[in-house]
Structures are given as C-alpha cells and as structure tokens.
C-alpha cells in the first residue's frame, strides 16, 4: 500500500518552528543549483536528522513541501488556455509550460519521477495539483470528443515526468515538444 503523508493537524510550536526552518532551508538549497543531501539541509536549519525525517521521510515529501504553494498558478493557466484553445492544443500547450514551470525548480523532475517510480503521483502537494489540473482538461477534451473519456489523469502525470526525465532540459524543447505531441495524439480516440 502506498504511504501517504499527511500534514500533523496541530504541531507543537517548537515543531512548527523546525518544519518551517526545514522548509525555508531546502527552498534555499534547491533554488541554490547545486545538489545538497537531505543531512546538510537538516544541518543548516539547525535541526537533527531525525527531526527533518519525522517532518518530511524522503526527499521527495521535501520538494513537494517547498514547492507546494508555487505550482497553484498553473491551474488558472490551465483554464486560460481551455477558454483560448481546444482542449487536446491546451493540453500540449499546457504539459510545455508545465516543463518549464518544473525546469525552474531544482528537484521536481527527480521527484515527480521517483514518486512516479514508487506508485506514489498524486499523493503530495504538487503532484495532486498536477492530477487536479490533468483531470480538468482531460474531462474538457472528452466532453467535447476531442480526448478518450477513459484516461487517468494519474497515468497521465506519470508519462509527463517521464517524459521530462528524457527530454526535460531546456535545449532538449524540440524534442519534448515532439514527445508531447505523441502523448497528446495517444489520447484521442481511436
């Protein structure tokens, strides 16, 4: 069964004050480029090893927790572009954006794979968003024939991370484009 983490309802205030440092330290560490363990990032925030574990038990649930809130715009992009194109356009056009959206973020693609990997997309901040968003536009293209009513979002998600894991580098964009559209072309019916 996969595990999923929950958020604890109501922490201790010195236990919000050590999640909060682990947060910010590992925004810092990630958003620096360079690749930093999980130790270090419990080193800088000043806390012990089993406290960063206790909060966030892989390093997946830790980027998923730093980029929680950043990755809520692309919803409203995803609505944007349904009300601007059909649905299967707004779909590659938004899987694109989403590449560069997780580009910009140090760890999302290792991520989102390794989450993909463990049978565990969809079960943390970012990657439910990602499902939410994939559903929304899924539904839009079936409801007017344009994509397969019988595909899961989660599926989904899963092919876009790999996907990114093999073409995700900005001077790889025309082959990720290319990719896309095969997976966009998968979707339609038969």
Known sequence: MAKVMTRPRTLRADAQRNREQLIATA???????????????AKRAGVGNATLYRHFPTREDLVEEVYRDQIRPLREEARTLLAAEPPAQSLHAWMLRFADWAGERRGICEALVAMSATGRFGTGPVCDEVQQILAMMLEAGAATGELRGDIDPVEVGEILAGVLSVAGAPEQRPRLNRMLGVVVDGLRPR
């Open 27 to 41: 925004a810092e560490a990630f958003a620096s480029g360079h690749a930093v363990s999980l130790d270090a990032i």
